[in-house]
């Protein structure tokens, strides 16, 4: 049985920072490409950052420099390093395993100003 389960959300004022845990199990996850997505209020969900199999990472142009994935494979578990957040980044976080098409539940992200 697929599982991704997303922790660390929570409540941050402007210029403040998060860690976003996606853990997996039920998958083969040292092979599988990881993303994490994000979906404010009356928007589409977008792809926020990815993390391929060796380690390659990309990122939207709105969070470069401000967030890092990150995956540990002895733990199946994909990090979101968020820094100098702001009210724009307000949205529930998903991980995603795409070999799997699996999403997580999401962790709610708040930014107040």
């Known amino acids: 049985q697929v599982q991704l389960v997303e922790s660390g959300g929570g409540l941050v004022q402007a210029g403040g920072s998060l860690r976003l845990s996606c853990q997996s199990s039920?998958?083969?996850?040292?092979?599988?490409?990881m993303d994490w997505y994000r979906q404010a209020p009356g928007k589409q969900r977008e792809l926020v950052a990815t993390?391929?199999?060796?380690?390659?990472?990309n990122y939207a142009d709105s969070v470069k420099g401000r967030f890092t994935i990150s995956r540990d494979n002895v733990k199946n578990t994909v990090y979101l390093q968020m820094n100098n957040l702001n009210p724009g980044d307000t949205a529930v976080y998903y991980c995603?395993?795409?070999?799997?098409?699996?999403w997580g539940q999401g962790t709610q992200v708040t930014v107040s100003s």
């Open positions: 995603y395993a795409r070999r799997y098409d699996y």
């Open positions: 039920g998958i083969i996850f040292a092979i599988n490409v």
């Open positions: 993390i391929l199999v060796g380690g390659g990472t």
